[in-house]
């Protein structure tokens, strides 16, 4: 390289150097110095490079003294903290000054004091960025960490890692991604000493984290109300611990990337993490949107699924108040005055509508609870819930509906009360396709960022779902009130017990459960499972998952997400292990075996077989819909749906797709087949986008398979189908054919039905879910319905008795 060459390269290095100049510039602010809004170059900048503090634009010539990301780590500057995010000012004349006395003071143009921090200090000080992001006023020849002001101790709606919420501090959201002013959000700690969530307008505060209805000393709220030093920190290898017992942890755990807790505008926390230049979830509070409160407005149902993202519509009979602004509600189509007489009930299942109740009435009839309300020209309508540990119903009148939550893992119903005009007829549910009042539309999805960005999509719903951790515990406590399964009081509390006993187990402690992996139960795609005895005693099936060429790190966090995700109808995973190769996962143990093994015995009776069905139902409209994080099974076959002791099915080996391949996670391009011959949906075939309606074909073929006694794949046909010949292509064909060519309802359902139920079955029962598996199994996917449309079409059947009250 000759001589001009070099000059010139070394030009070039010092050139990019500069060019980067905001972030090379000085961290201390001196005494009797300012910093000027009108220049650019007066910012502060942290000597690690990571923070900026100066005037941040947030409108039309309107300025906030803030720390933020420096661009050249994140190129969208993320605000971190702001002294006056409330009065900005001018973006002319306005500055920050450090005077001779000590006094830290903010003015605006016209000279007008906007923020200040003010006290007396006796030597020399100085305004420091350090390099956690603290901006601290400290003592010259003071000792570092002696501060006199920090702005840690005044967060806005961020904290970062080593900043400490204590009982005096909080955070408040921002009002939208571009407003930064105080929005109606909060986070603190309550009295009680619980880290909380609440919504906060100036007629309405409620708080919705952690769920309203968990009382916070209660076994399975994991919060402890008894630690009165209401501290909480985040520190740099990404734990965050509070001292009510609340703890979570990033997905990306460990000291490296740029982390921050901030509690977004649309009212959820977030923990994100900074990768290759953009914010990454890692961690949220609440992964069903719709618990969050002040989203829809009063009068309004709030329902989230995987396609349509959030959703806001207007209880029957009422109708939206301002159609741009769902947070205003719904208001009622029908006026005058009361009349009990006029007024009757419309049944709607699996809603919730939360607080605002004004009584509880214990052990009360439906007839009863509906009495009562009539009677209250207040009364709106009523919650109607099994209360297990009683064993009788209560009834929750409404004078207020707010929060209003439809979520097929809700056992409970709600009744609203409507004028009987208004009442649909039978056939119409509350969904109310056409004829009934209701309004429908789509809020824009939470993330606004990542649109039109397949990378990011797939970053979000993984991340997303990250926030499980935290909404199982929600999530399974509620479970445990609301249940609507007949699941007695034990099981409840070993499932608390044994969900808290989540955790890692070393190689040597698994070799030694399952006696040197010696007791063989089942053997599929993914790995080997052995019976084994945990160091506790408890019986477990340990997965050994073969060789994948997965990090560690991406192993704990799919398996932080699989295990965490929690519903009666899915198998539990107690712990795992990742030691070197070795990727082994620790499930529990159900002694009844799979429904594979149990189809030919004649303990699957009817109504066994049909709780099967609605409940392996549930179990994946929750994997499919209410764990934001989209999982596919893409395996579902009566191996992999397990039965415990009172014949519950619990659907097993799901998410292990991810587990062994990250490209899983991009559901639109699985790299290869998934699933076994018989129970695959053409898509796999036709090479079309895999979508949740692959796991519904496959549970219409199960489906059938236990009504029909017949096998899909062959296995099981021998000498039990002498009119059906093996494979799938048969099976649905058959099914068909016998329903069309038969003369009656009851000679097809005779054709049809496992030889081995003989007469013992309901009828109708028998026929819905003949015809639901029929849907499910279309060719066409669309055609198919989801599968909470299957629980919903089950369920509605299950209780048909009453649709709806109407008054005396
Ligand atoms: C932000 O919202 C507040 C309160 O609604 C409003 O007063 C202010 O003008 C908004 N600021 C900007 C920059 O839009
Ligand atoms: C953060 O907390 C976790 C759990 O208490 C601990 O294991 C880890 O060492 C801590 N990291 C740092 C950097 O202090
Ligand atoms: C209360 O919480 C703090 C912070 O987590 C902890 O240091 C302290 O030991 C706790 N006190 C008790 C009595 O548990
Ligand atoms: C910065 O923010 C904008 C808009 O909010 C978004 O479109 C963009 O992807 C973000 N960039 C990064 C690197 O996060
Ligand atoms: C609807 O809400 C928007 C925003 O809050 C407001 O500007 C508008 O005036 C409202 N419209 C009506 C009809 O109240
Ligand atoms: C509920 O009420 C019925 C009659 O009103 C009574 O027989 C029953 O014992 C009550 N159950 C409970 C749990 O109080
Ligand atoms: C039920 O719906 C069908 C068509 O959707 C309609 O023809 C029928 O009249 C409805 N039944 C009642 C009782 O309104
Ligand atoms: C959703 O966002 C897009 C783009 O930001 C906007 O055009 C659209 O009006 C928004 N829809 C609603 C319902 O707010």
Same mark, same amino acid.
């Given at each position: 390289?000759?001589?001009?060459?070099?000059?010139?390269?070394?030009?070039?290095?010092?050139?990019?150097?500069?060019?980067?100049?905001?972030?090379?510039?000085?961290?201390?602010?001196?005494?009797?110095?300012?910093?000027?809004?009108?220049?650019?170059?007066?910012?502060?900048?942290?000597? $690690?490079?990571?923070?900026?503090?100066?005037?941040?634009?947030?409108?039309?010539?309107?300025?906030?003294?803030?720390?933020?990301?420096?661009?050249?780590?994140?190129?969208?500057?993320?605000?971190?903290?702001?002294?006056?995010?409330?009065?900005?000012?001018?973006?002319?004349?306005?500055?920050?000054?450090?005077?001779?006395?000590?006094?830290?003071?903010?003015?605006?143009?016209?000279?007008?004091?906007?923020?200040?921090?003010?006290?007396?200090?006796?030597?020399?000080?100085?305004?420091?960025?350090?390099?956690?992001?603290? =901006?601290?006023?400290?003592?010259?020849?003071?000792?570092?960490?002696?501060?006199?002001?920090?702005?840690?101790?005044?967060?806005?709606?961020?904290?970062?890692?080593?900043?400490?919420?204590?009982?005096?501090?909080?955070?408040?959201?921002?009002?939208?991604?571009? $407003?930064?002013?105080?929005?109606?959000?909060?986070?603190?700690?309550?009295?009680?000493?619980?880290?909380?969530?609440?919504?906060?307008?100036?007629?309405?505060?409620?708080?919705?984290?952690?769920?309203?209805?968990?009382?916070?000393?209660?076994?399975?709220?994991?919060?402890?109300?008894?630690?009165?030093?209401?501290?909480?920190?985040?520190?740099?290898?990404?734990?965050?611990?509070?001292?009510?017992?609340?703890?979570?942890?990033?997905?990306? =755990?460990?000291?490296?990337?740029?982390?921050?807790?901030?509690?977004?505008?649309?009212?959820?926390?977030?923990?994100?993490?900074?990768?290759?230049?953009?914010? +990454?979830?890692?961690?949220?509070?609440?992964?069903?949107?719709?618990?969050?409160?002040?989203?829809?407005?009063?009068?309004?149902?709030?329902?989230?699924?995987?396609?349509?993202?959030?959703?806001?519509?207007?209880?029957?009979?009422?109708?939206?108040?301002?159609?741009?602004?769902?947070?205003?509600?719904?208001?009622?189509?029908?006026?005058?005055?009361?009349?009990?007489?006029?007024?009757?009930?419309?049944?709607?299942?699996?809603?919730?509508?939360?607080?605002?109740?004004?009584?509880?009435?214990?052990?009360?009839?439906?007839?009863?609870?509906?009495?009562?309300?009539?009677?209250?020209?207040?009364?709106?309508?009523?919650?109607?819930?099994?209360?297990?540990?009683?064993?009788?119903?209560?009834?929750?009148?409404?004078?207020?509906?707010?929060?209003?939550?439809?979520?097929?893992?809700?056992?409970?119903?709600?009744?609203?009360?409507?004028?009987?005009?208004?009442?649909?007829?039978?056939?119409?549910?509350?969904?109310?396709?056409?004829?009934?009042?209701?309004?429908?539309?789509?809020?824009?999805?939470?993330?606004?960022?990542?649109?039109?960005?397949?990378?990011?999509?797939?970053?979000?719903?993984?991340?997303?779902?990250?926030?499980?951790?935290?909404?199982?515990?929600?999530?399974?406590?509620?479970?445990?009130?609301?249940?609507?399964?007949?699941?007695?009081?034990?099981?409840?509390?070993?499932?608390?017990?044994?969900?808290?006993?989540?955790?890692?187990?070393?190689?040597?402690?698994?070799?030694?459960?399952?006696?040197?992996?010696?007791?063989? +139960?089942?053997?599929?795609?993914?790995?080997?499972?052995?019976?084994?005895?945990?160091?506790?005693?408890?019986?477990?099936?340990?997965?050994?998952?073969?060789?994948?060429?997965?990090?560690?790190?991406?192993?704990?966090?799919?398996?932080?997400?699989?295990?965490?995700?929690?519903?009666?109808?899915?198998?539990?995973?107690?712990?795992?292990?990742?030691?070197?190769?070795?990727? =082994?996962?620790?499930?529990?143990?159900?002694?009844?075996?799979?429904?594979?093994?149990?189809?030919?015995?004649?303990?699957? $009776?009817?109504?066994?077989?049909?709780?099967?069905?609605?409940?392996?139902?549930?179990?994946?409209?929750?994997?499919?819909?209410?764990?934001?994080?989209?999982?596919?099974?893409?395996?579902?076959?009566?191996?992999?749906?397990?039965?415990?002791?009172?014949?519950?099915?619990?659907?097993?080996?799901?998410?292990?797709?991810?587990?062994?391949?990250?490209?899983?996670?991009?559901?639109?391009?699985?790299?290869?087949?998934?699933?076994?011959?018989?129970?695959?949906?053409?898509?796999?075939?036709? $090479?079309?986008?895999?979508?949740?309606?692959?796991?519904?074909?496959?549970?219409?073929?199960?489906?059938?398979?236990?009504?029909?006694?017949?096998?899909?794949?062959?296995?099981?046909?021998?000498?039990?189908?002498?009119?059906?010949?093996?494979?799938?292509?048969?099976?649905?064909?058959?099914?068909?054919?016998?329903?069309?060519?038969?003369?009656?309802?009851?000679?097809?359902?005779?054709?049809?039905?496992?030889?081995?139920?003989?007469?013992?079955?309901?009828?109708?029962?028998?026929?819905?879910?003949?015809?639901?598996?029929?849907?499910?199994?279309?060719?066409?996917?669309?055609?198919?319905?989801?599968?909470?449309?299957?629980?919903?079409?089950?369920?509605?059947?299950?209780?048909?008795?009453?649709?709806?009250?109407?008054?005396?």
């Amino acid at each position: 390289m000759d001589m001009w060459g070099r000059v010139y390269s070394f030009l070039f290095v010092f050139l990019q150097i500069f060019s980067l100049s905001p972030c090379v510039a000085f961290d201390i602010l001196k005494q009797d110095k300012f910093l000027h809004v009108q220049k650019p170059e007066d910012v502060l900048v942290s000597a $690690n490079g990571v923070f900026n503090a100066g005037f941040y634009p947030v409108g039309e010539n309107a300025f906030c003294f803030s720390v933020w990301f420096c661009n050249s780590i994140d190129p969208n500057r993320t605000v971190v903290w702001m002294a006056n995010r409330d009065q900005p000012v001018n973006g002319i004349g306005s500055k920050l000054e450090l005077l001779r006395n000590g006094k830290l003071i903010l003015t605006d143009a016209g000279r007008r004091t906007e923020w200040t921090v003010d006290f007396v200090a006796a030597s020399p000080v100085q305004l420091k960025l350090l390099n956690t992001g603290n =901006l601290v006023l400290q003592q010259l020849d003071g000792t570092d960490d002696a501060f006199l002001w920090q702005s840690f101790n005044s967060p806005a709606d961020t904290l970062l890692p080593d900043q400490v919420l204590t009982k005096d501090t909080y955070l408040i959201s921002s009002k939208s991604r571009s $407003n930064y002013s105080s929005g109606n959000y909060k986070l603190y700690f309550a009295d009680n000493n619980v880290l909380r969530l609440s919504y906060q307008v100036p007629d309405i505060t409620s708080v919705y984290w952690p769920a309203p209805w968990l009382v916070p000393w209660e076994k399975g709220s994991e919060r402890s109300t008894y630690n009165s030093s209401r501290v909480a920190v985040l520190n740099s290898s990404g734990y965050f611990r509070s001292s009510d017992d609340l703890w979570f942890w990033a997905a990306d =755990l460990g000291i490296g990337p740029l982390r921050r807790l901030t509690l977004d505008p649309d009212g959820n926390l977030r923990l994100y993490s900074l990768q290759d230049g953009r914010w +990454i979830v890692s961690w949220q509070s609440i992964s069903q949107q719709c618990r969050i409160h002040g989203l829809c407005g009063q009068n309004s149902l709030c329902k989230f699924d995987h396609v349509l993202g959030r959703t806001c519509s207007c209880l029957p009979g009422y109708k939206i108040k301002n159609s741009t602004d769902w947070s205003q509600g719904c208001i009622a189509e029908f006026t005058g005055s009361y009349d009990r007489r006029e007024f009757g009930f419309l049944r709607l299942t699996h809603v919730h509508v939360e607080t605002y109740g004004y009584h509880i009435f214990k052990n009360y009839s439906l007839r009863s609870c509906n009495e009562h309300c009539l009677h209250s020209k207040d009364c709106k309508g009523f919650q109607f819930k099994y209360n297990f540990d009683e064993g009788s119903y209560y009834c929750f009148p409404k004078i207020l509906l707010l929060n209003g939550c439809r979520t097929t893992s809700f056992g409970g119903d709600f009744y609203l009360k409507l004028p009987k005009s208004r009442l649909c007829s039978e056939n119409c549910s509350e969904e109310s396709r056409s004829g009934c009042p209701n309004v429908n539309q789509i809020l824009n999805r939470t993330y606004e960022k990542g649109k039109e960005n397949g990378y990011v999509k797939v970053l979000l719903w993984f991340s997303t779902a990250l926030g499980i951790v935290e909404f199982i515990c929600i999530f399974l406590v509620w479970c445990i009130l609301f249940r609507s399964n007949e699941d007695n009081k034990v099981t409840t509390k070993e499932y608390v017990q044994a969900a808290s006993r989540f955790r890692r187990y070393t190689y040597s402690e698994l070799k030694k459960a399952t006696k040197n992996f010696t007791e063989e +139960i089942g053997r599929g795609g993914a790995g080997i499972v052995y019976r084994g005895a945990l160091p506790d005693q408890r019986i477990a099936a340990i997965k050994r998952l073969h060789e994948a060429d997965q990090g560690e790190a991406e192993f704990l966090a799919e398996v932080s997400t699989i295990g965490r995700l929690n519903h009666m109808n899915l198998i539990e995973m107690w712990g795992y292990c990742v030691e070197g190769k070795h990727r =082994l996962l620790v499930y529990e143990y159900l002694e009844n075996g799979s429904l594979a093994d149990n189809l030919s015995k004649t303990a699957l $009776n009817w109504a066994r077989r049909f709780e099967i069905a609605i409940s392996t139902a549930k179990g994946l409209a929750y994997l499919h819909e209410e764990c934001l994080e989209w999982i596919l099974h893409c395996d579902i076959k009566p191996q992999n749906i397990l039965l415990d002791s009172n014949f519950q099915p619990k659907v097993a080996d799901f998410g292990l797709s991810k587990l062994l391949s990250r490209g899983g996670i991009n559901t639109s391009s699985f790299s290869s087949v998934r699933g076994t011959r018989g129970y695959m949906a053409p898509e796999w075939v036709y $090479n079309l986008p895999i979508t949740s309606k692959v796991d519904v074909y496959s549970y219409g073929i199960v489906v059938l398979e236990m009504l029909t006694g017949k096998s899909s794949t062959g296995a099981r046909a021998e000498g039990r189908s002498a009119d059906l010949e093996q494979g799938q292509e048969r099976l649905v064909p058959w099914a068909r054919k016998k329903i069309n060519g038969a003369t009656s309802a009851e000679t097809w359902i005779e054709e049809v039905a496992d030889p081995m139920l003989g007469k013992d079955y309901d009828i109708d029962k028998m026929k819905l879910l003949i015809e639901v598996a029929l849907q499910c199994v279309q060719e066409d996917m669309h055609a198919r319905p989801t599968m909470s449309q299957v629980v919903q079409m089950l369920s509605l059947h299950d209780n048909e008795a009453s649709q709806y009250f109407q008054g005396p």
